[in-house]
T-cell receptor
Framework: EPEVTQTPSHQVTQMGQEVILRCVPI?????FYWYRQILGQKVEFLVS????????KSEIFDDQFSVERPDGSNFTLKIRSTKLEDSAMYFC????????????????FGPGTRLTVT | GENVEQHPSTLSVQEGDSAVIKCTYS??????FPWYKQELGKGPQLIID?????GEKKDQRIAVTLNKTAKHFSLHITETQPEDSAVYFC????????????FGTGTKLQVIP
């Protein structure tokens, strides 16, 4: 069964450093998302991406964050200058709108990247 | 924006008993309500979902109910098994434009053998 993959599984970085989290969505999916989950808390939406542009972003997704789909397979989240409070699990998700009248809204989540900022 | 509340935060049941998790949402425009199961070290996995034009949906031991008027929805797991132990999240979304999913706070379910 196709799945969303994410690399690395764990990233440790120092405050102020740039990090890039990578995701490979399911190949025929069209919508892409990043969420984050601070330890013990709920999953929070960061950004959605469709047709090579951001379709929606949350208040968390400030100027320090950016997303890119550099080629036909990867979807990346960049944090320019990490802060301690960026420490969290970051999940990528993708979605394929239904085709031929069969609607599907399911977002498929990857296993996550644990980001630790020291 | 949408706010999803979920109760209880933890739930322990004996194997074979039923488990019920309840959620409320605030935005009457939300029309898609997925439930996710998150096992340790993994991402959320969809287990069942319901759309606003349906009041109830069942899939084997799992059922969801939706009360649009009260903005309540619930997850029912019958005949619980140890492998049902996980964190469960309810969520709400407006599917038009495939918008973000707003998650509830999560329920840690422990099924005691």
């Amino acid at each position: 069964e196709p799945e969303v993959t994410q690399t690395p599984s764990h990233q440790v970085t120092q405050m102020g450093q740039e990090v890039i989290l990578r995701c490979v969505p399911i190949s025929n999916h069209l919508y892409f998302y990043w969420y984050r989950q601070i330890l013990g808390q709920k999953v929070e939406f960061l950004v959605s991406f469709y047709n090579n542009e951001i379709s929606e972003k949350s208040e968390i997704f400030d100027d320090q964050f950016s997303v890119e789909r550099p080629d036909g397979s990867n979807f990346t989240l960049k944090i320019r200058s990490t802060k301690l409070e960026d420490s969290a699990m970051y999940f990528c998700a993708s979605c394929l709108p239904g085709l031929a009248g069969v609607l599907s809204y399911e977002q498929y989540f990857g296993p996550g990247t644990r980001l630790t900022v020291t | 924006g949408e706010n999803v509340e979920q109760h209880p935060s933890t739930l322990s049941v004996q194997e074979g008993d039923s488990a019920v998790i309840k959620c409320t949402y605030s935005d009457s425009a939300s029309n898609y309500f997925p439930w996710y199961k998150q096992e340790l070290g993994k991402g959320p996995q969809l287990i069942i979902d319901i759309r606003s034009n349906v009041g109830e949906k069942k899939d084997q031991r799992i059922a969801v109910t939706l009360n649009k008027t009260a903005k309540h929805f619930s997850l029912h797991i019958t005949e619980t098994q140890p492998e049902d132990s996980a964190v469960y999240f309810c969520a709400a979304s407006k599917v038009r434009g495939y918008q973000k999913v707003t998650f509830g706070t999560g329920t840690k379910l422990q099924v005691i053998p």
